[in-house]
């Protein structure tokens, strides 16, 4: 099995302005979807795996992509 891979860099949730936190991410459907806020570093951990996908897997024509 061959695959192609990459390192990116994290979004550090705890240094992100309130305004950057805002564009992507609501209280309201963190608390509908799994019952609480998320923390700041899980909105990082979020908001690394949304720009990876935004940014590198839109538009690839590959058969999948695994964002870990």
Not at 11 to 18: A, H
Not at 46 to 61: I, P, Q, R, T
């Amino acid at each position: 099995l061959s695959l192609d891979c990459h390192i990116f860099n994290a979004i550090n949730g705890y240094l992100l302005e309130e305004e950057e936190i805002k564009k992507n991410y609501s209280d309201k459907k963190a608390i509908s979807e799994f019952g609480k806020p998320l923390t700041s570093g899980e909105i990082g951990c979020f908001l690394s795996h949304l720009s990876v996908y935004k940014k590198h897997c839109v538009g690839w024509n590959a058969e999948f992509h695994y964002i870990v």
